[in-house]
């Protein structure tokens, strides 16, 4: 949940890729910043399109964090894998240009079909 906030708002989404469960996401907004944001504006849309085009927010920068993580019973029933399976979870939160926190959001991936690749440059 967001830092100092009592209400907020929370999405849950369950993506699939290639008609299979690959990721659960959950993201939380401070429910003061998103008014009249329901489920029929977030349909087929993307979160920071909507968060964009209806409430002209633009995220400044993120830090994340990866971990490795045991799925619960209910998140292995989601992602149609075994129980206690292992995961990978990126925890992020978002930042607008001035500092205040924009979304926190985790993600849990499915470990048999997520790779995760990193460029670096010198």
């Known amino acids: 949940m967001?830092?100092?906030?009592?209400?907020?708002v929370e999405i849950k989404r369950l993506r699939y890729v290639?008609?299979?469960p690959y990721a659960l996401e959950t993201v939380w907004l401070n429910h003061?910043?998103?008014?009249?944001?329901t489920r029929e504006k977030l349909e087929g849309e993307?979160?920071?399109t909507v968060l964009k085009n209806q409430y002209?927010?633009?995220?400044?920068?993120?830090?994340?964090?990866?971990?490795?993580?045991?799925?619960?019973d209910y998140e292995s029933k989601l992602l149609g894998v075994p129980?206690?399976?292992?995961?990978?979870?990126?925890?992020?939160?978002?930042?607008l240009e001035k500092g205040e926190i924009m979304?926190?959001?985790k993600c849990i991936y499915r470990t048999d079909r997520y790779k995760y690749e990193i460029v670096l440059q010198p």
């Open 32 to 37: 003061d910043k998103v008014p009249g944001l």
């Open 18 to 20: 290639d008609e299979l």
């Open 83 to 95: 129980n206690h399976s292992l995961a990978i979870l990126f925890s992020r939160t978002t930042y």
């Open 56 to 72: 002209q927010y633009h995220p400044a920068y993120a830090r994340q964090t990866i971990e490795p993580i045991s799925l619960n």
């Open 2 to 8: 967001l830092p100092d906030q009592s209400k907020v």
């Open 46 to 48: 993307s979160l920071y």
């Open 103 to 105: 979304e926190f959001t």
